[in-house]
C-alpha cells in the first residue's frame, strides 16, 4: 500500500493540531509519520455534558412562543387524506403536510406506513411544526420522491427542531429541502436539524438541503440531523449557514452516537459551520463521534469554512474512545478540498485537522485510525500569530493507512 505522503507546511493537518503547552511531557502515539495524530497530555480532556456551561446569558433565555399562531401550517392542517386501515398514502399539498404533523404529534405513529409525498410544496414562509415530538415520534417512512419543499420556516424554543421533530425506525429518503430558515433559542439539549432534529434510529438516505439558514443557542445541530443512531447515507448540504452556541454542531449531524456505523456517500460544500461553545466541537460532517467501529466511504467537504475555538475537524470535530474495548475509525475515498478554518473569535483556534480535530477525555486510547485512498488539500487554517498552528497552511494527500 502506498506510503502516507503529506505535502505542505503543516504535517498535522490530517488530524489534529493540538496547541495547548504545559509543563507535561506529551505522549505521542507511535506510528504516525510525521505527527499525523494530535498528541494528548495529562488533563487534556473536555468537560461531561452535565458540566457543560450553558450558551445563554442569564436573563436572556427566551420564552417558548406559541406553537399554534395565525401564520402556523398547523392550523391549515389537513387530515382528510388519513385512513388508519390503510399502510401506504400519498400527498401533495402544504396543508396535507401538516396533517402529517398533526396526526403524529396527536399520537399516530405512522409504524408499518409508508407516506410519500407526490409534488412540489412552498410552505411560504409560515411558521412550521416539525413533525413528531420527543413523546410522539413518527415512527413510519417517508419518501420525498425528490420532491422540493421551500419555503420552511421554523421560530422555536422547543426541543427536537426541523421538518421532522425525532424519527425512530423506518426511513427518510428522497426529500429535498430548499431555502429553510431555523432559529432555534432553546439552550442546552436542543437537538435540531433541517430533516429531523432527532433520527433516533431508522435510515436518512438521498436527501439534500439547499440553501438552509440554521441559528441554534443549544447543543446537538445538524444540517441533516441533529443527533441520533439513524444511518445517513447519501445526503448533501449545499450553501447552508449552520451557527449554534452550544456545542456538538456538524453539517451533516451535529453527534452520531455510540456503536459501529457506516457513513457512505455524504457531502458538504459551499458551506459555513459555526460553534462558539468553549469546548467545540464542530466538523464538515460530524460534530461529535461517540465511540464504537465507524466507517467513512465517498464523504466529501469542500469549500466550506468551519469556525470554532477549539475541536474542528474537515470530517469529524471530535472523536471519543471507548477504552480497553478499542475502535477503528476508518476513511475510504474521502475528498477534503478547500476547507479554511477560522476562530470565532479574537484569540487562536486549537485543535484542527483535515480529518479528526480532536480526541474527547479518553482520548485514542486502543483507537487506529485508516486513511484509504483519502486526499485532503488546500486546507487553511487562520489562526492567531501565537498559535503553533501555521498562519496559512496546507496539506496534500494522504493514501494509505494511518494507525495509532
Known amino acids: 500500500m502506498a506510503l502516507c505522503l503529506l505535502i505542505g507546511m503543516m504535517p498535522t493537518a490530517v488530524f489534529a493540531a493540538d496547541d495547548s503547552a504545559d509543563s507535561n511531557p506529551p505522549t505521542v502515539y507511535e506510528g ?11 488533563g487534556d480532556r473536555y468537560l461531561p455534558d452535565s458540566e457543560q456551561p450553558d450558551p445563554t446569558l442569564p436573563g436572556l433565555q427566551a420564552e417558548p412562543t406559541a406553537e399554534a399562531d395565525a401564520d402556523n401550517w398547523l392550523n391549515e392542517a389537513d387530515t382528510s387524506w388519513y385512513d388508519s386501515g390503510e399502510k401506504n398514502f400519498e400527498i401533495d399539498t402544504a396543508a396535507e403536510l401538516a396533517g402529517l404533523a398533526k396526526l403524529v404529534n396527536g399520537g399516530e405513529t405512522f409504524a408499518g406506513k409508508i407516506v410519500k409525498l407526490t409534488g412540489k410544496i412552498d410552505l411560504l414562509g409560515k411558521e412550521w411544526t416539525p413533525i413528531g415530538t420527543k413523546d410522539a415520534a413518527f415512527q413510519g417512512s417517508f419518501d420525498g420522491g425528490g420532491n422540493s419543499i421551500t419555503g420552511m420556516t421554523i421560530d422555536s424554543a422547543s426541543d427536537h427542531v426541523g421538518l421532522f421533530g425525532i424519527t425512530k425506525g423506518g426511513t427518510l429518503e428522497q426529500i429535498k429541502l430548499e431555502n429553510a430558515s431555523i432559529v432555534s433559542t432553546r439552550s442546552g439539549d436542543a437537538y435540531v ?11 436518512i438516505q438521498n436527501c439534500s438541503v439547499t440553501g438552509l439558514k440554521l441559528s441554534a443557542k443549544g447543543n446537538f445541530v445538524g444540517g441533516i440531523s441533529g443527533q441520533g443512531y439513524a444511518k445517513i447515507n447519501g445526503c448533501t448540504v449545499d450553501d447552508a449557514e449552520i451557527e449554534s452556541a452550544g456545542w456538538k454542531v456538524g453539517g451533516i449531524i451535529g453527534q452520531l452516537n455510540e456503536g459501529a456505523f457506516t457513513f457512505a456517500r455524504n457531502a458538504v460544500q459551499n458551506s459555513n459551520t459555526s460553534c462558539t461553545h468553549v469546548s467545540g466541537p464542530v466538523g464538515g460532517i460530524v460534530g461529535f463521534c461517540n465511540y464504537g467501529d465507524k466507517s467513512f466511504t465517498e464523504c466529501v467537504v469542500k469549500n466550506t469554512v468551519i469556525k470554532a475555538k477549539t475541536a474542528a475537524g474537515g470530517v469529524i470535530g471530535s ?17 477534503i478540498s478547500h476547507l479554511t478554518f477560522e476562530s470565532v473569535d479574537d484569540g487562536k483556534i486549537t485543535k484542527s485537522g483535515g480529518f479528526v480535530g480532536a480526541k474527547y477525555w479518553r482520548g485514542l486510547k486502543n483507537t487506529a485510525i485508516e486513511l484509504n485512498e483519502c486526499t485532503a488539500q488546500d486546507i487553511m487554517v487562520n489562526a ?4 503553533t498552528v501555521p ?14
Do not use: H, V, W
Not at 32 to 42: D, F, I, S
Not at 319 to 335: I, L, R, V, W
Open 32 to 42: 504516525t509519520e510525521g505527527g499525523a495524530l494530535e498528541t494528548e497530555q495529562e
Open 193 to 203: 436539524g433541517a430533516i429531523t432534529g432527532e433520527g433516533y434510529t431508522g435510515t
Open 319 to 335: 472523536t471519543m474512545s471507548n477504552g480497553a474495548a478499542g475502535q477503528t475509525f476508518k476513511f475510504e475515498d474521502c475528498e
Open 384 to 387: 492567531a500569530e501565537d498559535s
Open 391 to 404: 498562519r496559512r497552511s496546507r496539506m496534500g494527500t494522504a493514501s494509505s493507512p494511518s494507525r495509532t
